[in-house]
């Protein structure tokens, strides 16, 4: 019975493993064409349809060969690439690269997964030099379907490369096969160590150099340690840094192809100068010149080869430079140049500037404060009228014709028209106004109250005019203003 059990779980695990998604099934890929063409220096590029019926997603590695015909004079193309593949339908862009000059490929894809290969081949590339609407017909629409190997037997791809998440191209010779991913994965490594290798016998002969070794010390004597090394095996370019501190950094650059061109040691602080430099007697004096203005050591550039060596101390950022020259161990040369310092120069000008601004500004308010006098007041002109005499005639034509309100208003109008021409301003006056207008000591100015009081009684308090009343005020009036040319005195 116990038996019986056991071997009745082992036939439902083999019916659930068989059954399972991904115990089979396989991906196609197909071409909708025969024949592509493309035009020179273009990249060309085709869309697979891809048709899995593994029911998951599957990784697997697509390897694209484009390889020479016979006949054909040029360079294939070859890239290896990591994908993956989900169940049911779909489609996936490849590029094709591209070619310089008119040739002819056949095309084979390849899609490595779980031990398997879609294989397509049969299709044909073609770069022409202009690309037709003939070009374009001959293309041949025949679809091209994949066919299922093991990955041991695909040429292109295994299923050992299938894990690698980058995309490799390669140039392929005519005649020549398409490398496999494993093989451009090799020839990749061995390409980096090649490199690695010309690098650490560049840096070996340089730090082995003289020269470098003298620089070398030089900055280990100040402080600096080594921190990095760069080297460019074909030009024969290496670099060195070094660091002191938490931020001050140095370098020595330079050029070594079978002997050393050069080494030049720079660094933003300044470093112990050679004893050489240091005892010439034109360099003490330049020295003492430029310490004496104030200025303080920084930028120490040392540039040496094998015959001649150059230095150059900055002070006060740059304010000033020393350079020395040295051949066959004598100092041949000491110089001193000067940079214009434009800072003073500069906040001088601007202080100029700022006093000129200020100046130019109180004189505009100067100018603003100070009021320019007033023009002398004009009289402004009476509009034209009848004349104090006229009105006056007015009054005792009215009186004559019985109106006798009227004409006392009239004549007091008159009287106040001829204070207001020769004394105010010709405006229209009141009875007040007009007795302001004449000085109080005067004479005049009471027997002008009087007239014209005795006017306002009669037109507006009302009272009757005495017979002869009239007679006598007009006659007053008449004389005030014909008296001395009309003026009152």
């Known amino acids: 019975m116990t038996r019986r059990f056991i071997f009745a779980i082992f036939l439902l695990l083999f019916a659930v493993v068989a059954c399972s998604p991904g115990a089979a099934g396989e991906v196609t890929l197909s071409a909708p064409q025969s024949d592509y063409v493309f035009q020179i220096g273009e990249t060309g590029e085709i869309t697979l349809e891809v048709a899995s019926s593994l029911g998951i997603e599957v990784p697997g590695t697509l390897t694209v060969a484009l390889t020479p015909t016979d006949g054909t004079v040029g360079a294939g193309w070859n890239q290896v690439r990591s994908i993956k593949v989900g169940s049911g339908e779909h489609t996936l862009a490849v590029t094709l690269g591209t070619s310089e000059i008119p040739a002819t490929f056949g095309l084979t894809i390849t899609f490595d997964y779980q031990g398997k290969a879609a294989h397509l081949s049969g299709v044909t590339v073609r770069f022409v030099e202009e690309v037709t609407d003939e070009e374009t017909q001959s293309e041949q629409e025949a679809r091209v379907t994949s066919v299922e190997t093991s990955a041991a037997q695909s040429q292109e791809g295994t299923s050992g490369s299938r894990n690698t998440a980058s995309t490799t191209n390669r140039m392929i010779q005519a005649g020549q096969v398409p490398q496999d991913a494993d093989a451009l994965k090799t020839g990749m490594a061995e390409e980096d160590q090649q490199i690695r290798e010309a690098q650490d016998d560049l840096i070996a002969r340089v730090m082995a150099d003289p020269?470098?070794?003298?620089?070398?010390?030089?900055?280990?004597?100040?402080?600096?340690?080594?921190?990095?090394?760069?080297?460019?095996?074909?030009?024969?370019?290496?670099?060195?840094?070094?660091?002191?501190?938490?931020?001050?950094?140095?370098?020595?650059?330079?050029?070594?192809?079978?002997?050393?061109?050069?080494?030049?040691?720079?660094?933003?602080?300044?470093?112990?100068?050679?004893?050489?430099?240091?005892?010439?007697?034109?360099?003490?004096?330049?020295?003492?010149?430029?310490?004496?203005?104030?200025?303080?050591?920084?930028?120490?550039?040392?540039?040496?080869?094998?015959?001649?060596?150059?230095?150059?101390?900055?002070?006060?950022?740059?304010?000033?430079?020393?350079?020395?020259?040295?051949?066959?161990?004598?100092?041949?040369?000491?110089?001193?140049?000067?940079?214009?310092?434009?800072?003073?120069?500069?906040?001088?000008?601007?202080?100029?500037?700022?006093?000129?601004?200020?100046?130019?500004?109180?004189?505009?308010?100067?100018?603003?404060?100070?009021?320019?006098?007033?023009?002398?007041?004009?009289?402004?002109?009476?509009?034209?009228?009848?004349?104090?005499?006229?009105?006056?005639?007015?009054?005792?034509?009215?009186?004559?014709?019985?109106?006798?309100?009227?004409?006392?208003?009239?004549?007091?109008?008159?009287?106040r028209e001829h204070v207001s021409m020769t004394c105010g301003t010709g405006t229209e006056l009141t009875d007040e106004e007009t007795i302001a207008l004449l000085p109080e000591a005067d004479p005049t100015t009471a027997t002008v109250r009087e007239a014209l009081s005795r006017c306002s009684r009669v037109s507006f308090g009302g009272k009757s005019p005495e017979e002869t009343e009239f007679i006598s005020i007009v006659r007053t009036i008449s004389e005030i203003i014909t008296k001395n040319d009309g003026e009152v005195q």
């Open 211 to 415: 020269v470098v070794l003298r620089l070398d010390h030089r900055l280990k004597i100040d402080g600096f340690e080594q921190a990095g090394q760069e080297a460019e095996p074909e030009s024969g370019e290496f670099t060195l840094t070094y660091l002191r501190g938490e931020g001050e950094e140095a370098r020595i650059d330079g050029v070594m192809v079978e002997d050393l061109a050069y080494a030049c040691l720079t660094s933003d602080s300044p470093l112990q100068i050679p004893g050489l430099v240091a005892g010439n007697q034109t360099f003490q004096e330049y020295a003492g010149q430029v310490t004496g203005e104030g200025l303080v050591r920084g930028r120490t550039v040392m540039n040496l080869t094998q015959e001649e060596q150059s230095y150059s101390f900055s002070y006060g950022d740059g304010t000033a430079e020393i350079h020395a020259t040295l051949v066959g161990g004598a100092v041949r040369e000491v110089t001193l140049d000067w940079q214009m310092n434009w800072l003073p120069l500069i906040g001088l000008m601007a202080g100029c500037i700022l006093l000129l601004v200020a100046a130019y500004t109180a004189s505009r308010r100067r100018d603003e404060k100070t009021a320019p006098p007033c023009p002398p007041e004009e009289k402004p002109t009476p509009p034209p009228g009848p004349s104090p005499l006229d009105l006056l005639a007015r009054a005792e034509a009215d009186y004559e014709a019985g109106e006798e309100v009227q004409a006392y208003r009239g004549a007091a109008r008159a009287l």
